[in-house]
């Protein structure tokens, strides 16, 4: 691998293995590719026996054999009705069978990127999964239609330098040579070509990438007035972009030049050859109108057999750039043990652990502490002590550097996904809505909630009377990322998911800092009657949100420097009174 992204090489899988690897994923359409196979196989010996019958209906008509000819002209009638209904068939269920495999290479690429180390995808712009997941999937179900018709084309054409062999074999040779000589500097295209390509992807990610952020951050550039120089970055990345794609159209113009004059060229030795042969008696006039006629076919075969070199290169492309999330370790996935547990505690203990998010640069320090199950425990401190890593590295968004992370007594990296993210629910300070309906955004996550669980998870995130005064109710479309909804709305639904899952270890990352006091107190109070039924793990800058608090722990730099609840923290806490303090005097002033 290079290091530089815009010229990254990806992982090199033979033809072979991902073609295996593309079968795969259409197991459940094994009769649709048998009888797309059986088509294509009498597409081919259609293709093989027409361009003779056509030959010879030809010599017909130059020999004055008419009574002949009509019967030829049936049988080529019968053969070409054949035909038609043999590509029709083969089409139809080469497209069953691309489909299938679009669908489930598409499921299995989205079920791969969850699984990828937040890390690595912290690094990535969503261009690069965007791209791949969409349209290099397609890329690799198309490579099934487009051979479908190219090698059927393949055979006949191929069917018909048979029949020039039959005629002549001077000018069968001579198209030999021709032929050899075009497919040389087709190949050397196509190479030029896919290495362009290559550049071009990566590019291409990266436009998406920025478009999507453009598309997501749109309220934010124009707040920020921030038009011109965002505008400047697309302008830049998209001038890339296309300057790239005119480097390809380039190969292709230029190539195209030279490929089109050796082939006029070869058009001019062969009347050349065919002249002498004429002379000499070794070739009848008739017989070389029909080689004259074909001759476009028959360098057709070079065409296709380009076309067939790139489509397989391209396939080999997007194959590679998709079985790079799915089947390689370029990218890291996420590491989950196989112990299950069916019923969490909600006990949990960090004990010396150390992260950070780069390399020389650690957020925790040997942080350690232990937290009993059904308890409310809340973490103050200032911004960036480490707080919200904290809630990364339990609900397992981060692996630690060192140290252990342990629920029920149990190390975090032995139990499976479930156990640890089927029990922890995360409200953080800015939560991710779904471009879907508010009913949506809670199906998503629990396939089988009822209509009361949503209802009374809204009523108790204090949001069920603004659902019920929109016009379509639960059924409003809320837009990307909750545009439609103000900061403080979206928090309370997020807050409303989390009581849904009545998950037993509830964390909430700054969830009611865009709420109103009364708004505040009246998720506090919903809160404070969870008290005692699950663990509560809060983070707030507002100390009026923790005092009710079974405990409290001061993080700075790292590290947990007191713990106590609210009373005890006042008295042997100068920090935290200070802090206590310069909060009433803030209210006080308001």
């Known amino acids: 691998m290079k290091k530089d992204d815009t010229n990254k090489e990806y992982k090199d899988y033979s033809l072979w293995h991902n073609i295996k690897l593309s079968f795969k994923y259409a197991k459940n359409r094994k009769k649709e590719f048998i009888l797309y196979f059986i088509f294509n196989i009498l597409l081919a010996l259609i293709g093989a026996v027409a361009p003779l019958l056509s030959a010879k209906q030809l010599l017909k008509i130059t020999d004055g054999l008419l009574n002949e000819l009509l019967i030829i002209s049936l049988v080529i009638l019968i053969v070409e009705l054949s035909r038609n209904l043999c590509h029709f068939f083969a089409r139809k269920y080469s497209q069953k069978f691309a489909a299938e495999v679009l669908k489930m290479i598409q499921i299995d690429v989205a079920n791969e990127v969850l699984k990828i180390e937040t890390s690595d995808l912290d690094k990535k ?48 040779m001579y198209y030999i040579i021709a032929i050899t000589i075009i497919f040389i500097l087709e190949k050397i295209r196509i190479q030029e070509y896919i290495k362009a390509d290559k550049i071009y992807r990566k590019h291409a990610e990266k436009t998406t990438g920025l478009v999507g952020e453009l598309v997501r951050g749109v309220r934010d550039v124009k707040v920020l007035n921030a038009t011109e120089p965002f505008m400047n970055k697309i302008s830049n990345d998209v001038t890339a972009l296309n300057d790239e794609r005119y480097r390809m159209g380039k190969t292709r113009r230029t190539y195209s030049l030279v490929i089109g004059s050796i082939r006029d060229i070869l058009d001019f030795t062969l009347i050349a050859i065919a002249y002498l042969l004429i002379t000499k008696g070794y070739l009848t006039i008739s017989n070389f109108v029909i080689v004259y006629m074909y001759r476009g076919k028959i360098f057709n075969l070079l065409t296709l057999t380009s076309q067939v070199l790139e489509w397989i290169k391209d396939f080999n492309l997007s194959a590679g750039r998709v079985f790079e999330i799915i089947d390689s370790n370029v990218f890291k996935k996420e590491k989950f043990g196989t112990k299950h547990i069916d019923d969490i505690n909600g006990d949990f203990e960090f004990k010396d652990v150390h992260f950070g998010y780069k390399d020389n640069h650690e957020v925790l320090k040997g942080i350690s502490f232990k937290i009993k199950h059904n308890q ?74 009822t209509d009361d669980e949503i209802v009374e998870a809204c009523k108790s995130a204090k949001l069920h009377d603004f659902i019920m005064s929109l016009p379509n109710g639960y059924d409003t479309l809320v837009g990307e990322g909750g545009l439609t909804l103000s900061g403080g709305q979206r928090q309370r639904l997020a807050i409303a998911r989390a009581f849904a899952q009545k998950t037993k270890i509830i964390l909430f990352d700054e969830a009611t800092s865009a709420l109103d006091n009364e708004t505040q107190k009246g998720i506090q109070d919903a809160i404070n009657e969870m008290k005692n039924e699950y663990t509560i793990l809060i983070i707030a800058h507002r100390l009026s949100t923790v005092i009710n608090s079974d405990k409290i722990m001061m993080i700075d730099d790292g590290q947990v420097v007191a713990t106590g609840t609210h009373e005890e923290l006042l008295q042997n806490n100068k920090e935290y009174k200070k802090l206590y303090n310069m909060e009433l005097k803030k209210r006080d002033t308001q």
């Not at 712009?125 to 969409?134: A, E, K, P, T």
């Not at 397609?138 to 090698?151: E, P, Q």
């Open 125 to 172: 712009s969503s261009g690069v999964f965007i791209d791949r997941l969409v349209k290099d999937t397609g890329r690799i179900a198309d490579i099934f239609l487009d051979l479908n018709m190219s090698i059927t084309d393949f055979i006949t054409n191929l069917g018909i330098l048979f029949a020039v062999f039959v005629i002549s074999k001077v000018l069968f």
């Open 376 to 449: 409310t425990v809340s973490f103050v401190g200032k911004s960036g002590a480490g707080k919200s890593t904290i809630f990364s590295l339990l609900a397992k968004l981060y692996e630690p550097d060192s140290g252990t992370i342990s629920i029920n007594d149990i190390d975090i990296n032995e139990l499976d996904c479930d156990s640890v993210r089927g029990n922890i629910s995360i409200i953080t300070q800015n939560p991710y809505i779904f471009n879907l309906t508010i009913k949506e955004n809670f199906t998503i996550i629990k396939n089988n909630i």
